[in-house]
Structures are given as C-alpha cells and as structure tokens.
C-alpha cells in the first residue's frame, strides 16, 4: 500500500471519490437553484424537497410500478418537473411583484409540507434502493477499487451540467432565456411569451434536483430527510459561487465536495463545517462571491 | 407613555392582564414557553420588521443562549438570573460575529448567510463536549433567585418569566422610537438614501442585529431554566424556520404581532404534539397561507380593520 502526505492511498481517494459525488449533487442542485434565482428572482427553498421527490418517485415506480432504474431517470425528473409546473402556476407566480423574502417563505412553506407528507407516509428511517444491474460491481483502478455506480453519478451528473450550460449559452432559446433574466419586459415586446417561459425555467430547474434525486436514490437511502441535509449546504455553496453565472455554480459545487472530501481525511472533525468556513472566508475576501458580480 | 399611541398604550395594558390573569387558568409552564417565544420572537421582529433584515438562523442565538445558561446554571452553579445574563451576552457575542459577517451581502443573501452560519455553529454543538450532543443538557436546576427565592414552584417562576419578557417587549418597543429606531426604518425603506444622508449604516443593522442576538440569547436562557434543558433542537434550523412562522403569522413589524403568533404556533403545537408529523405539514400550510393571502398577519389585519399601528 502506498502513501500520499502520509495518508493511505485508498483512504485518500476513496474520501475523493465521495467528495466527488457530493460535488456533484451540489453542483446539480446549486445549478438549479441559480437558474431559477436567474429568470423568478426566488430562492427556491423546496428545492431539496424537490429533490428527495424524485429518489421517491424513483423508488415508488419501482416499488408499485416494477419501473426500474434507467425509466426512473428519465421519467422522474418529467413528473418532478410538472409538480414545479403545478407549483409555479397556481402559488409561485402570485409573488412576482413583492420582495425576494416572500418567495423564500412561500418555497420554505412547501418544502415542510413536502417532507412533512413523506415523513407521515413514510417515516425518518429510508429505504434501500437497488444499484442497477449494469452499474453492481467495482472496477479495479490499480491504485484503489472505483464502484461503478458512484462512476456513473459523477459522469451522469458532469453530463447533465455541461448540457444545460450549452443549452443556455449556446442555443437561441438560451439566448432568448438570458435576454428574458436581463429585462422581462422587452423581451415580451418581441412577441415572447414570458409568462410561460418562466414556469418552464421553474420546472427545468427543479427537474435537475429530480434527476438529481434518483442519482442519489442508490447511494443514500431514500428517506424524506435526505433534501433537507443538503439544502442548507447548497446554499453556502451559492453564496460562495455567486449566483451570477452558470459556470460558477458547476465549478464551485464540484469543487467544494472535493474540499469536503479532503476535509474528511486531514481533519475528520471539520468535514461537517469546511464548506461553511470556506463561505466565511470568501464573504470577507470577495464578499460578492467567486464568480458573482456586486449587487 | 413610552412611545405608545393611546391604543398601543390600551393594548399593551390589556396584554399585562392577559400575562397576570392567565397563569390562574392556563398551565403555568406552557404560558412561560410561550412567554420564551413570544420574546425571541419580538427580538427577530426588530430585525426583519424595523431593519428589513431577514435572518433565517435565529436558533443559533436563541440555543447557544440556552446551552450557556444550562451549562452555567448546572457546571458552575450560577444563579439563574446569572445563567441568563451568560446566555444573553452569549446570544450578544455569537450575534456580533455571525452579523459582521453577515451584514456584508443584502437581501436574500443576508438569509441564505445567516442560515448557513447557523448551520455551522449546529454542527459545532453537535460536536463540542460541553453541549452533551445527542443527550443535551439535562436536569438543570432552576435554583434561587439572586440566591434567595427559590423558584422550584411555577408560579413563582412564572413571575419572573412575566417580569423578563415584559422588560424584553419594552425594551424593543423604547429601541425601535428612539432616533435610533427612525434610522433603523429609514435603513428599511431606502438604505441608498440613508447612506446618501450621511448615516453608516452598516454600523447601524450591526448594532439591531446584535440587540436582537442579545434578546434572542435571553429568550433561549430563559426557556432552559423554565424546562432544566437545553437540546440540539434548539439550535437546529426548525427552530429558525419557527421564528419566522409566528412573526409572520402574527404580523411582521407590528408591536404585538410576534406575541400572538408565538401564542398561536405554540399553542397549535401543544394541540397538535400527538399527530408527529402533521406539526411540520401544519407549520407548511400556515406559511403558505401567510405568504399568499394573509401578508400583515392577525395583527396587521387587525389594524389595518380598525386603522390603527398595533
């Protein structure tokens, strides 16, 4: 066994790996959340209610539906995503003309009530979701074991972040997007219909904490507490990024997990509270954050 | 009297008979739980209705004011009015960290900021040795008052409780009509043009933040040597999120608005403690109702019914 600062080989890269993964649900999650502050101007704070719906949803089609694995991935996300829909229509788009705080409380509001209903269903233990049969197994790296799963959750999760961000940078409905975040109103001049442009940035992003959601379904147990443990990081992850750019949102979340993760190994005691300390730092550095512009 | 208006001045009266009459009909200890809210949650009303600062982690003054006063009250045998003091200047110091910290970013990040700073200070309590951990500190003696009255009997203890939040509402209410509390609103409505008038205002939400931090810290010793203990459940987030209900619910930036809703989201809990879970489905519910159609709150309603600033 070889050694690295002093620390085992496979110790450090396994708490890489995990690091990685957790970057990955930030990087989707924090994602999400500053493209729907982008075009809504709310925090979305059901968003990790969100995203314990859809490991759910993902577990209930197989439990009821016998709908397994790679169907969940496509097909939760879409009912994740009309649930946004039904959320922006009928509460969400009463807030437009009141100030941010009201968006926080109402989101906040939904989230208890979505991870209340699971709590009663349900209750706090969780429950085992399955590995797909092409992702069981590890692979042998050489210098340490790599499950495959937690492979694909990095790759999948990495895919899905760079397409979204080409499809907002690159494509004209991206362009028609970051028109519509810069000035509403003009845009509507142009014969755009802003309206249901913002319920479907809504439903986009809270599908991404869907998807999320069914790649986390395996790895953490499905329980309705699994949002509300990640949210509250996902949002020292957006203060520090800023949640001016899209870019900022994947590189930040990826890049915290593997500081979380290299927390783990050098200092077990810290792991918990690294990211925190890292948002104190970059609020007294670069009080707008990493990649944010000054309000 | 005091900065009232004769109505305020007419309900602030009312109130009194309210807190002397009703431990005579009501259980004494709920009563001082909600007398414990009800000031924690006028204290988080001085930031979000008079500074319109919006901190979404109040738990972490109000439970690190009632992890110190346990301790104190318990390792070191403080009196309880000692154990108080220890938790409010502690609410007063963690505030005046967490708030320079804070006050560096406006508006949805000020809440994200204190939210997740009090996120950090639940995984150190989590940790630390002295709060317990999962157990909490227990069986914390409520002692003799300045080393005299012993307030083993609740309604003894009631007094005192009454006497605290009494002092506490004052308080607030004299900081938010003084010049200070105009400089406060004027913060509020158009922090620009207050900067432009020559005020600092940093300095200014600083300082509303650490008085309410300070109060916040008194609410929470308050409530560990009313129920002898003090619990990660304190500290955690719900607890944040319960502040921002009965402040929302009972009217933000009303006078005694934080007082019903603390009565109404306690008393709702009492009543619904058996049905576990639905407490949160509840909380959710009533959020949304709030947000949606019910913006000023009971009290704001209220007023705005009989046109008066209640």
């Given at each position: 066994?070889?050694?690295?600062?002093?620390?085992?080989?496979?110790?450090?890269?396994?708490?890489?790996?995990?690091?990685?993964?957790?970057?990955?649900?930030?990087?989707?999650?924090?994602?999400?959340?500053?493209?729907?502050?982008?075009?809504?101007?709310?925090?979305?704070?059901?968003?990790?209610?969100?995203?314990?719906?859809?490991?759910?949803?993902?577990?209930?089609?197989?439990?009821?539906?016998?709908?397994?694995?790679?169907?969940?991935?496509?097909?939760?996300?879409?009912?994740?995503?009309?649930?946004?829909?039904?959320?922006?229509?009928?509460?969400?788009?009463?807030?437009?003309?009141?100030?941010?705080?009201?968006?926080?409380?109402?989101?906040?509001?939904?989230?208890?009530?979505?991870?209340?209903?699971?709590?009663?269903?349900?209750?706090?233990?969780g429950m085992p979701y399955r590995i797909p049969d092409l992702?069981?197994?590890?692979?042998?790296?050489?210098?340490?074991?790599?499950?495959?799963?937690?492979?694909?959750?990095?790759?999948?999760?990495?895919?899905?972040?760079?397409?979204?961000?080409?499809?907002?940078?690159?494509?004209?409905?991206?362009?028609?997007?970051?028109?519509?975040?810069?000035?509403?109103?003009?845009?509507?001049?142009?014969?755009?219909?802003?309206?249901?442009?913002?319920?479907?940035?809504?439903?986009?992003?809270?599908?991404?904490?869907?998807?999320?959601?069914?790649?986390?379904?395996?790895?953490?147990?499905?329980?309705?507490?699994?949002?509300?443990?990640?949210?509250?990081?996902?949002?020292?992850?957006?203060?520090?990024?800023?949640?001016?750019?899209?870019?900022?949102?994947?590189?930040?979340?990826?890049?915290?997990?593997?500081?979380?993760?290299?927390?783990?190994?050098?200092?077990?005691?810290?792991?918990?509270?690294?990211?925190?300390?890292?948002m104190v730092i970059v609020l007294l550095a670069r009080p707008?954050?990493?990649?944010?512009?000054?309000? | 009297?005091?900065?009232?208006?004769?109505?305020?001045?007419?309900?602030?009266?009312?109130?009194?008979?309210?807190?002397?009459?009703?431990?005579?009909?009501?259980?004494?200890?709920?009563?001082?739980?909600?007398?414990?809210?009800?000031?924690?949650?006028?204290?988080?009303?001085?930031?979000?209705?008079?500074?319109?600062?919006?901190?979404?982690?109040?738990?972490?003054?109000?439970?690190?004011?009632?992890?110190?006063?346990?301790?104190?009250?318990?390792?070191?045998?403080?009196?309880?009015?000692?154990?108080?003091?220890?938790?409010?200047?502690?609410?007063?110091?963690?505030?005046?960290?967490?708030?320079?910290?804070?006050?560096?970013?406006?508006?949805?990040?000020?809440?994200?900021?204190?939210?997740?700073?009090?996120?950090?200070?639940?995984?150190?309590?989590?940790?630390?040795?002295?709060?317990?951990?999962?157990?909490?500190?227990?069986?914390?003696?409520?002692?003799?008052?300045?080393?005299?009255?012993?307030?083993?009997?609740?309604?003894?203890?009631?007094?005192?409780?009454?006497?605290?939040?009494?002092?506490?509402?004052?308080?607030?209410?004299?900081?938010?009509?003084?010049?200070?509390?105009?400089?406060?609103?004027?913060?509020?409505?158009?922090?620009?043009?207050?900067?432009?008038?020559?005020?600092?205002?940093?300095?200014?939400?600083?300082?509303?933040?650490?008085?309410?931090?300070?109060?916040?810290?008194?609410?929470?010793?308050?409530?560990?040597?009313?129920?002898?203990?003090?619990?990660?459940?304190?500290?955690?987030?719900?607890?944040?999120?319960?502040?921002?209900?009965?402040?929302?619910?009972?009217?933000?930036?009303?006078?005694?608005?934080?007082?019903?809703?603390?009565?109404?989201?306690?008393?709702?809990?009492?009543?619904?403690?058996?049905?576990?879970?639905?407490?949160?489905?509840?909380?959710?519910?009533?959020?949304?109702?709030?947000?949606?159609?019910?913006?000023?709150?009971?009290?704001?309603?209220?007023?705005?019914?009989?046109?008066?600033?209640?």
């Amino acid at each position: 066994m070889f050694m690295i600062l002093g620390y085992p080989a496979p110790l450090l890269f396994g708490q890489l790996l995990l690091g990685l993964i957790n970057g990955a649900f930030y990087a989707l999650l924090s994602l999400g959340l500053a493209v729907i502050f982008g075009m809504l101007n709310i925090v979305n704070f059901a968003h990790g209610a969100l995203f314990m719906l859809g490991a759910f949803v993902a577990w209930g089609m197989l439990e009821y539906l016998g709908i397994g694995y790679w169907w969940a991935l496509v097909l939760a996300p879409l009912i994740v995503g009309a649930f946004g829909v039904l959320l922006e229509k009928t509460l969400i788009s009463r807030l437009y003309k009141l100030d941010h705080l009201y968006g926080l409380l109402l989101t906040f509001g939904l989230a208890l009530i979505i991870e209340g209903l699971a709590r009663n269903q349900y209750g706090s233990s969780g429950m085992p979701y399955r590995i797909p049969d092409l992702l069981q197994g590890a692979t042998n790296l050489g210098f340490m074991f790599l499950p495959n799963y937690r492979a694909w959750v990095v790759v999948a999760a990495a895919v899905m972040c760079l397409v979204t961000w080409l499809v907002i940078e690159k494509t004209s409905l991206g362009a028609t997007l970051r028109a519509a975040t810069e000035n509403a109103p003009l845009v509507q001049a142009f014969g755009v219909n802003v309206p249901r442009m913002i319920t479907l940035t809504y439903a986009g992003g809270v599908a991404l904490a869907g998807f999320a959601g069914v790649l986390a379904a395996p790895i953490y147990s499905v329980n309705p507490n699994m949002g509300e443990n990640f949210i509250i990081t996902v949002f020292a992850v957006v203060v520090i990024g800023g949640m001016g750019s899209i870019l900022g949102s994947i590189v930040t979340g990826f890049g915290l997990g593997i500081v979380e993760g290299l927390t783990k190994v050098f200092y077990p005691q810290g792991s918990a509270t690294v990211i925190f300390v890292v948002m104190v730092i970059v609020l007294l550095a670069r009080p707008a954050g990493l990649f944010g512009r000054a309000a | 009297m005091l900065g009232f208006s004769r109505p305020q001045t007419m309900a602030f009266l009312l109130m009194v008979v309210l807190v002397i009459v009703s431990p005579f009909v009501l259980y004494p200890v709920f009563l001082m739980k909600v007398l414990c809210f009800a000031l924690f949650a006028c204290a988080f009303n001085l930031l979000i209705g008079y500074v319109g600062l919006m901190s979404f982690g109040h738990a972490a003054y109000f439970g690190m004011g009632s992890y110190v006063a346990a301790y104190t009250a318990k390792v070191w045998g403080l009196t309880p009015e000692l154990a108080i003091v220890m938790g409010t200047l502690t609410g007063a110091a963690l505030g005046t960290v967490f708030g320079w910290l804070a006050i560096r970013r406006q508006g949805i990040y000020f809440a994200m900021i204190t939210l997740a700073l009090a996120q950090m200070n639940y995984f150190f309590c989590l940790q630390a040795p002295f709060t317990g951990g999962e157990d909490g500190i227990q069986q914390v003696p409520r002692g003799h008052l300045f080393g005299l009255i012993p307030l083993q009997n609740d309604m003894v203890l009631y007094v005192v409780v009454a006497v605290i939040f009494l002092a506490g509402f004052l308080l607030i209410h004299r900081i938010v009509h003084s010049p200070f509390g105009q400089v406060l609103k004027a913060i509020r409505e158009n922090e620009p043009r207050a900067i432009s008038l020559g005020y600092r205002t940093d300095d200014y939400k600083l300082v509303a933040f650490i008085l309410s931090t300070a109060l916040a810290g008194a609410a929470g010793a308050t409530k560990s040597i009313v129920f002898g203990i003090a619990t990660l459940t304190d500290v955690h987030f719900s607890m944040s999120g319960e502040v921002v209900l009965m402040t929302l619910l009972g009217g933000l930036g009303t006078i005694f608005g934080p007082v019903v809703g603390a009565l109404a989201v306690t008393g709702m809990e009492n009543y619904l403690a058996q049905f576990g879970a639905w407490v949160t489905v509840t909380q959710g519910v009533v959020f949304v109702v709030c947000v949606i159609a019910f913006r000023r709150g009971i009290i704001g309603e209220l007023g705005a019914k009989l046109k008066m600033a209640l």
